[in-house]
Nanobody, 123 residues
């Protein structure tokens, strides 16, 4: 069974950048849709970005133009490059893996989740 481990979170000033990584163990990474979600204190988990097994990318309107999702199938890793960070980006960020037909914006359709990595953006 696939397992996911996120890394790369931390504290950054507004306007700064971070790159999150999601390392997957197990088989069939190249056929998985990979998603990133986030959850801020007191708020529901929300969709951030996703990349299909065919490399089609999807973004929430709030991060479009600032965040970039990518994947490296040779390394079984998905990345989330976050630029021009804002205080409202502060949250725990989770990566998730789903079947090829996953509805990428819906968290309930993903099969496997990482433990999350904290991102704090100071003003």
């Amino acid at each position: 069974q696939m397992q996911l481990v996120e890394s790369g979170g931390g504290l950054v000033q507004a306007g700064g950048s971070l790159r999150l990584s999601c390392a997957a163990s197990g088989r069939n990474f190249n056929t998985r849709a990979m998603g990133w979600f986030r959850q801020a204190p007191g708020k529901e988990r929300e969709f951030v970005a996703a990349i299909s097994w065919r490399y089609t990318t999807y973004y929430a309107d709030s991060v479009k133009g600032r965040f970039t999702i990518s994947r490296d199938n040779a390394k079984n890793t998905s990345y989330l490059q976050m630029n021009s960070l804002k205080p409202e980006d502060t949250a725990v960020y989770y990566c998730a893996a789903g079947r090829p037909d996953t509805t990428v914006r819906a968290s309930s359709t993903y099969e496997t989740w990482g433990q999350g990595t904290q991102v704090i953006v100071s003003s």
